[in-house]
C-alpha cells in the first residue's frame, strides 16, 4: 500500500518536467497518497533537503520550462557513501514508493539506489535527447526540437541572403535524434550524427557538387558526433572549399528551455500520472514511457541501452532529401 511517495528530477532539465511533476502530485493526492519532493536531485536525497508537494504546489507551472525541484547531475551519488545516506533518508521519511524524473545518468542511479532499498522505484523519461529506450518520445524532445527548427528556419534566412554555408552544432552528446529530425524538418542539406558513418570526409566529398549552385546550405551536426564538433567541421570545410562562406552556430543550452509545446505537456502529465499508477499496480525499477500512445513499462537495465539505430525511413528520408 503506498501512502507517501518521494519525487525528484535529476540530470540535465528538460520542458515538460513541470507537467510530469504537476501530474505526479495531483494523481497522488487524489489517491490520497503524500509527496515529498526532494531539490537537485540525488544532492537533495543525500542532504535530505525536501518539500511537502500539496495540490495548490502545482499550480501555475504546466506551462513553464526547467523544473521546480531544480536538478543536479550529483557525483556524490556516484560514491557508495553518497548512496548509502540517500537510502537512509528515504527509510527516515517513511517513504513507500519514489518517482524519478531523468535521463540516463539518472537511471543508472536508480539501478544502484535499488540495490540498497526495498522500496520500489519508478522513473519517468526527462531528457531533450531522446535515447532511453522504452518510449517513442522523452519528455523536453518535442520541446527541443521545436526550438532548434525556429533557430534553424532563421538562420536560413540569413544564410539565403548571403549564400553562405552554415554548421549548426545541435545538442546530443550520445545520439543524434535531435539532429536527424531537425535537419529533415528545416531542409537542411547535409547532416553529421554518431549513428552514421556519414563523417567529415563523406560530407566534403558531398560538397564538391554544392560548387556549381550559389545557393545556402546547412549542415547540422550532432554534439556528439565523431567529426569532433561544428568548429572542427568548418574548418575541414574551409580548408578543402576555400572558395565557402562557412560560418558556425552552436545552439546550446537556449535548447534546453523555454516553455514545453502542447504534444509535451499532454505526454508529460501521461508520464506522470502513469508513474504514480506504477507504483500502486506494485511495478518496481521500470521506466514509464508511451509508445505508440500506449503506457510501456520498461526495465531501467533495458532503458538506458540506447543502442546507435537509427529509425531506417528516417535515415533513408534525409538522405533523399537532402541530396
Ligand atoms: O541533458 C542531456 C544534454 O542535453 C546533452 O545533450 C548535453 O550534452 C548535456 O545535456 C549538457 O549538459 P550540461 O548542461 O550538464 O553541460
Known sequence: MIKKIGLLTSGGDSPGMNACIRAVVRTAVYNNIEVIGFLKGYEGLIDNV?????????????????????????????????????????????????????????????????????????????????????????????????????????????????????????????????????AIASGAEALLVPELKNDSASLISKMKQWRSTKSSKIIVVAEGDQSGGAFKVAETITTNYPEFDVRVSILGHIQRGGNPTCMERVNASLVGFNAVKALMNGHKNEM?????KQVAYTPFAKAVKHNLKLNKDLEELIEILSS
Open 288 to 292: 514509464i514511457g508511451i509508445i505508440n
Open 50 to 182: 525536501f518539500v511537502e508537494l500539496k495540490r495548490e504546489s502545482v499550480s501555475g507551472i504546466i506551462q513553464k520550462g526547467g523544473t521546480i525541484l531544480k536538478t543536479a547531475r550529483s557525483e556524490r551519488f556516484w560514491k557508495e557513501e553518497g548512496r548509502m545516506q540517500a537510502a537512509k533518508n528515504l527509510e527516515k521519511n517513511n517513504v513507500d514508493g519514489l518517482v524519478i524524473i531523468g535521463g540516463d545518468g539518472s537511471f543508472q542511479g536508480a539501478i544502484e539506489l535499488s540495490k540498497l532499498i526495498a522500496i520500489p522505484i519508478v522513473g519517468c523519461a526527462g531528457t531533450i535527447d531522446n535515447d532511453l529506450v522504452g518510449t517513442d518520445f522523452t519528455i523536453g524532445y518535442d520541446t527541443a526540437i521545436n526550438t532548434v527548427i525556429d533557430a534553424l528556419d532563421k538562420i536560413r534566412d540569413t544564410a539565403d541572403s548571403h549564400d553562405r554555408v552554415f554548421v549548426i552544432e545541435v545538442m546530443g552528446k550520445d545520439a543524434g535524434l535531435i539532429a536527424l529530425r531537425t
